[in-house]
């Protein structure tokens, strides 16, 4: 006959004294742990405010390719817009009609430098914004002259399509935002533009974080058969626009008390080099030869930053580049530029290095494990280390070159938080 247990009985093997044991034994206590120290980035008041991003900067959006006769929506730092190509020229206009609201990107080019909205044909100058017919409403229509649909300032450089973000404000030229070394040299690229989950400042702070690569990235392919150091001492130096992570000393092993030696080498990799500890460009072990274009610039540090979040590193032949472009708070564009600054016949290598392997290698896998930590990323509250240095350093630099931008627009008259609606 089976026995069952009485409420509240112990019933599992070890029987009812050891479960009178365990109840006179005292509960074991929750560690709390020790709290983040920064609860929140109020000490940069315009980098917390950004995380749809900056205005009043120049941001690429897609390959020029992708423009043609049809429009193309975007959204860029939460606003709708939408791209189309008119006798070579691409335009830039707010993707809402005035009339009731209808994306004008559902529309098309009913007549050569317009666009017309689906809905009731509402057409609209592709350059200057302006109602120049409403379709349903006949030639004589009155509401002509009377509308015009907000535009934005659009321009091609190195194959892709960029746009200007603004308050009112008359927009830099292009090329004072791009990299210094792109404006005059030629070069050939190798793009990958990615639409990514995450805010762009945790996409942007982990490109200049000094820490992350020597640990995380350990597993990549791209360096597989190459060591990494360990531990480096850093400086933080400025240099006009563009903050710089300069290596003074590399560290490849460390005995760590109570813990053991790290890294340990695997078999395959190549040795650190033995005559110095500073770095090599590319903060790797090669001795290449450096490419004349990227020696004339004498970059103090092979990693830089710059707003409204760029990033560039240097190696011997090439330089890396990566855009972190807002779409909303919740959302970027990666967009990752690798230039060998060739022409010519010496460019035909080029293609196959990089659609054969640096392709999938860098901008795949690589670059996947930093997608990766940008998803799951969730500051502030944070802790910062001394690494981080590099991250206050940027954060303190977005944070003065806004405050100075919302002066100058204070002085000119347009507001810093102003959007053509």
């Known amino acids: 006959m089976t026995q069952t247990a009485k409420p509240g009985a112990e019933s599992d093997d070890t029987g009812p004294v050891a479960a009178d044991q365990r109840r006179r034994q005292p509960a074991r206590r929750h560690r709390a742990g020790r709290l983040p120290g920064r609860q929140d980035w109020s000490s940069w008041p315009h980098y917390q405010a950004a995380a749809a991003g900056f205005r ?70 592709l350059k200057t914004g302006d109602l120049v017919a409403a379709l349903t409403d006949g030639p004589s229509s009155p509401i002509c002259g009377k509308v015009r649909q907000p535009t934005y300032e659009v321009a091609e450089r190195i194959g892709m399509v960029w746009v200007y973000v603004g308050d009112g404000e008359v927009p830099p030229p292009i090329d004072e935002q791009l990299p210094e ?18 805010n762009w400042r945790f996409a942007c702070e982990n490109g200049f974080d000094e820490g992350h690569a020597k640990y995380l990235h350990r597993t990549a392919l791209w360096r ?56 090599h460009v590319g903060n790797t072990t090669s001795h290449r030869e450096v490419d004349p274009v990227i020696a004339a610039q004498d970059f103090p540090g092979f990693a830089s930053v710059a707003m409204p979040g760029i990033l560039r590193i240097v190696y011997p032949n ?26 010519g016949l010496a460019t035909l290598p080029f293609y196959a290095k990089y659609l054969g392997a640096v392709r999938w290698l ?36 977005a944070e003065d070159v806004t405050e100075e931008r919302a002066e100058r627009l204070a002085e000119s008259g347009p507001a810093p938080t102003g959007r053509d609606d």
Not at 248 to 262: L, M, S
């Open 224 to 279: 597989m058969f190459k060591p990494m150091p360990a531990w480096n001492t850093t400086r933080i130096v400025q240099r006009g626009r563009w903050l710089f992570r300069v290596q003074e000393d590399q560290f490849w092993e460390g005995d760590y008390p109570g813990v053991g030696t790290w890294p340990k080498l695997a078999w395959y990799q190549a040795r650190p080099a033995q005559d110095t500890g500073r770095q």
């Open 56 to 125: 009043g900067y120049w941001y690429p959006v897609c390959f020029s390719s992708q423009v043609g006769e049809k429009p193309r929506q975007v959204t860029l730092l939460g606003e709708k817009l939408f791209l189309i190509r008119d006798r070579g020229t691409v335009y830039g206009m707010k993707d809402r009609c005035p009339h009731r609201g209808v994306p004008l990107s559902c529309g098309e080019k009913a007549f050569p430098g317009t666009v017309s909205c689906v809905y009731h044909g509402w057409t609209f100058d």
């Open 362 to 397: 860098f901008h795949g896998q690589f670059s996947s494990q930093d997608k990766w930590m940008v998803e799951v990323t969730d500051a502030p509250p944070e802790r910062l280390y001394r690494p981080d240095e590099s991250l206050l350093r940027w954060r303190k630099l």
């Open 181 to 198: 070394e792109l404006v005059d040299n030629p070069g050939i690229v190798g793009h990958r533009i990615q639409p990514r989950t995450g």
């Open 318 to 343: 090439l330089i890396h580049y990566e855009w972190y472009v807002p779409v909303d708070a919740d959302n970027h564009l990666y967009v990752g530029a690798l230039v060998e600054f060739r022409k």
